[in-house]
């Protein structure tokens, strides 16, 4: 990694293994591989990000994906119009929908498919799907 031969951080979503490397210490092994399965689930009434002013997306507080929403939301021109509530973990952002205490969630994994379940429709960020 000192040699620049490896891009150790490509993406900053692993906070032990940031930490590590921003801290010094040693570590032999970053990431084999990533995955990145988050999604931004609202209601179906919402149909474009505009319609997100005025409403409360959870997310889990401080995580890359906290960052990655606030970036989104700057490009999308909606920082200040959208309550960006963050949760201390997924399961409660989850549960923080379902109970429709908050108007969207970004989460991941089985958190999200436990909001599809109940509704929640993908939107954005990643526009790949």
């Given at each position: 990694?000192?040699?620049?031969?490896?891009?150790?951080?490509?993406?900053?979503?692993?906070?032990?293994?940031?930490?590590?490397?921003?801290?010094?210490?040693?570590?032999?092994?970053?990431?084999?591989?990533?995955?990145?399965?988050?999604?931004?689930?609202?209601?179906?009434?919402?149909?474009?990000?505009?319609?997100?002013?005025?409403?409360?997306?959870?997310?889990?507080?401080?995580?890359?994906?906290?960052?990655?929403?606030?970036?989104?939301?700057?490009?999308?021109?909606?920082?200040?119009?959208?309550?960006?509530?963050?949760?201390?973990?997924?399961?409660?952002?989850?549960?923080?929908?379902?109970?429709?205490?908050?108007?969207?969630?970004?989460?991941?994994g089985n958190y999200a498919t436990s909001v599809q379940a109940k509704g929640g429709r993908f939107c954005w960020p990643t526009a790949s799907r």
């Open positions: 990694m000192k040699g620049g031969s490896i891009q150790s951080i490509s993406g900053v979503g692993n906070p032990p293994t940031v930490g590590a490397i921003a801290n010094g210490t040693g570590i032999d092994v970053v990431m084999a591989q990533e995955f990145d399965s988050d999604e931004l689930l609202v209601p179906a009434s919402i149909t474009t990000a505009s319609q997100l002013a005025g409403k409360s997306v959870g997310v889990l507080v401080g995580s890359s994906e906290d960052y990655e929403l606030e970036g989104w939301l700057k490009l999308q021109h909606l920082t200040g119009s959208v309550k960006v509530v963050g949760l201390s973990s997924e399961s409660s952002v989850a549960a923080a929908y379902l109970a429709h205490a908050i108007d969207a969630a970004y989460v991941y």
